[in-house]
């Protein structure tokens, strides 16, 4: 993210592996995003408000689920997911 009043840039993830599509969501203060799990791309979260953010992934199958987005309520979360013939 960037801090509007400093300029500065901040990474939110540890680095590690590939993120992807990140959703933002001001009424819980929180993204959503597509982080690279093994071969799968997995739904994962973080909540912004708290100081240690840490990252909840939220799926866990074998399939890829990719361009994860909030409802305008942010009480839902709604993403692709694309199965590959392997």
């Known amino acids: 993210y960037m801090d509007m009043k400093t300029g500065k840039h901040h990474r939110l993830t540890d680095g590690k592996g590939v993120c992807s599509s990140p959703s933002y969501c ?3 203060n929180s993204i959503v995003y ?4 093994g071969k799968d791309y ?3 979260m973080m909540n912004l ?5 840490k990252e909840v992934q939220l799926t866990f199958d074998g399939t890829d689920k990719v361009e994860p987005t909030w409802s305008e309520c942010g009480r839902y979360i709604v993403f692709a997911q694309q199965i590959r013939d392997d």
Do not use: E, I, P, T
């Open 49 to 53: 408000s708290d100081d240690q953010r």
């Open 42 to 44: 997995q739904v994962c």
């Open 26 to 28: 001001q009424k819980n």
């Open 34 to 37: 597509s982080r690279r799990v």
